[in-house]
């Protein structure tokens, strides 16, 4: 039951919501929690009701030790232990699950050897609510948070808003929110908000990120080879669909939590305004950006350490972070090159250069483009397919409107016509330049939500986005970050 589903929009969420106020209406807060859990949890069971009892067992497993950890009654060394054990069991949890098969196919390829794989299916949501599990067992074990009851907890890791793909939260950033009296009655101005956010989000992903979405699916998995227009094309579609499908879904999580006057923390800035790589981690999937830099690079020394030290740290969080998102060399890749484009961004600090603010967007931008080619590509050869064709190595078309005035650059290896995306391109070249001008000129979400105030021109806008993107789902379709 995505969110980008009838069932969720008309049925799940409206009932949910009403519920969850009645019941607190009535005074019986527990009982709201209650039903907020049941709802996630079956939110979680329509993709597979043989994910719950993972998810559940994850989450008692780690209350336990939590809970060993929050009572102070153990030694420094047994407590550092049970830690240790934390979590050992969070990683080998997610390692087999969603790592276990890509360790037999590597062992297969360098020993030559014929390992069978097992079957296992990967659970979603396990990279989200693992992280977040980690994160409160770090918190607990450094006395950042306290322990609360097992309901607390288990709402806590499996509220639906996020659960599926973040923001990845923090347990100080909602423990008190649930509890709060003033948030247990019906606040009209988050109720709108939220609606707006959600519509928002919902235009995002079914209007925009889903149409591009055409465009870099035939590019890199039906075209078998690509000019450079195409491939330009194909690349920045990727990165554009990318972008609104994922801050999409995003502030739908933030609505949706809003409609229960819930805040999340924000996961979006406008990445795609940033000068620099390390501009660019400060605005991209802010969650997942600070997770690793509490509890990956700071632990690993940080910047407290000297030059070798710091680039090693870097670079080793940023491959963990591409690993993060996927079992394949394509994601560790991707983490390899932010990694290193993050050591040379300190460099370039440390030699005090400037760089004119317009080209260093361009270069930052183009780097991120041409480094998503390697996320999206589901094998080497893709990605290699994509990067020869923006390179121009598989020569350049031009449409054959354009033989009488251009004929001239067919001596430079110019050709006319034959186009594979003959079809797309007259639609695509035109709709990427609006979606480059909207991630990088107006307002993000994030700042309309902070100006936002219910009026009739506001309703207007908000039934505009929601009726146009309810109009437009024609399927049910998968958002990029739930398969991770």
């Known amino acids: 039951m995505p969110f980008n589903s009838y069932e969720f929009i008309f049925a799940f969420l409206p009932l949910t919501v009403v519920v969850y106020f009645l019941l607190n209406k009535q005074g019986w807060n527990t009982a709201g929690k209650v039903w907020l859990a049941a709802s996630s949890l079956l939110f979680y069971g329509c993709f597979s009701i043989y994910y719950l009892p993972l998810i559940l067992g994850s989450i008692l497993v780690n209350y336990l030790f939590a809970y060993a950890l929050s009572r102070g009654i153990l030694e420094p060394r047994k407590s550092r232990l049970l830690f240790i054990l934390g979590l050992v069991f969070n990683i080998g949890f997610l390692g087999y699950f969603k790592y276990a098969n890509f360790l037999i196919n590597n062992l297969n390829y360098f020993l030559s050897r014929d390992i069978a794989f097992l079957q296992i299916a990967l659970p979603v949501a396990i990279s989200f609510f693992t992280f977040v599990q980690i994160a409160y067992l770090v918190d607990i074990y450094r006395g950042e948070t306290r322990q609360k009851h097992l309901l607390d907890y288990l709402l806590f890791v499996s509220f639906f808003p996020y659960l599926l793909s973040g923001p ?78 994922f801050s999409g879904y995003t502030d739908m999580a933030l609505g949706v939590a809003l409609l229960f006057n819930l805040k999340l923390p924000i996961n979006f800035n406008s990445p795609y305004k940033a000068v620099s790589i390390q501009d660019f981690w400060r605005r991209w999937h802010i969650s997942l950006s600070r997770f690793l830099r509490d509890y990956v690079y700071i632990p690993l020394g940080g910047s407290r350490v000297g030059d070798f030290k710091l680039y090693r740290n870097l670079l080793l969080t940023l491959l963990i972070g591409g690993l993060w998102h996927g079992a394949a060399w394509t994601f560790v890749f991707w983490g390899f090159l932010h990694g290193m484009a993050l050591a040379v961004c300190r460099i370039w600090q440390k030699l005090n250069i400037r760089m004119n603010k317009v080209l260093a967007w361009l270069i930052t931008f183009n780097f991120i483009n041409i480094a998503w080619v390697f996320f999206r590509a589901h094998s080497w050869s893709d990605a290699i397919k994509v990067l020869k064709a923006m390179l121009g190595l598989n020569g350049t078309n031009l449409p054959e409107s354009l033989t009488g005035a251009l004929g001239f650059l067919a001596k430079y290896n110019v050709s006319f016509g034959g186009f594979l995306m003959e079809d797309f391109l007259h639609q695509a070249v035109p709709i990427l330049l609006i979606c480059l001008f909207l991630v990088i000129f107006p307002k993000n979400s994030m700042e309309l939500k902070h100006n936002f105030k219910p009026s009739p021109v506001t309703a207007v806008i908000i039934a505009t986005l929601a009726v146009t993107a309810i109009l437009s789902m024609t399927r049910v379709s998968e958002f990029i970050y739930v398969n991770f």
Request: zero cysteines.
């Open 168 to 245: 990845i939260v923090r347990h100080n950033e909602l423990a008190g929110q649930y509890d709060d009296p003033a948030l247990k009655t019906p606040d009209y101005r988050n109720i709108a908000t939220g609606i707006f956010l959600f519509s928002l989000g919902l235009f995002k992903k079914i209007v925009i990120a889903d149409t591009l979405a055409v465009w870099a699916n035939f590019g890199f998995d039906t075209a078998a080879s690509l000019t450079l227009i195409e491939g330009w094309v194909v690349s920045l579609s990727y990165t554009l669909q990318l972008y609104f499908d």
